[in-house]
């Protein structure tokens, strides 16, 4: 088969595959109450609260992202 040719395969398609794909971890989805609006605005103190508590919980930080949202909010996602 030469190069770039489509084999006709889904590159998705596990049916084939004789285990079953299981999660290799865990996802959490936190929405916080109750703090400080100027808190949860701020990308710079979100990472930094979140790198803190992974570093205080003895865990290995990958990589992280904070993105701000409009009007108001910031989302963070944190790689273990």
Not at 19 to 27: I, R, S
Not at 49 to 60: G, H, Q, R, W
């Amino acid at each position: 088969e030469e190069e770039g040719e489509d084999d006709g395969k889904d590159i998705f398609d596990t049916s084939d595959e004789d285990e079953p794909h299981l999660p290799a971890g865990q996802h959490l989805l936190v929405d916080i109450k109750g703090v400080d609006s100027n808190f949860l605005n701020s990308e710079e103190r979100l990472a930094q609260a979140m790198v803190d508590l992974i570093d205080e919980s003895k865990l290995t930080l990958l990589s992280y992202h904070c993105h701000s949202l409009v009007p108001i909010g910031v989302s963070c996602v944190g790689v273990l």
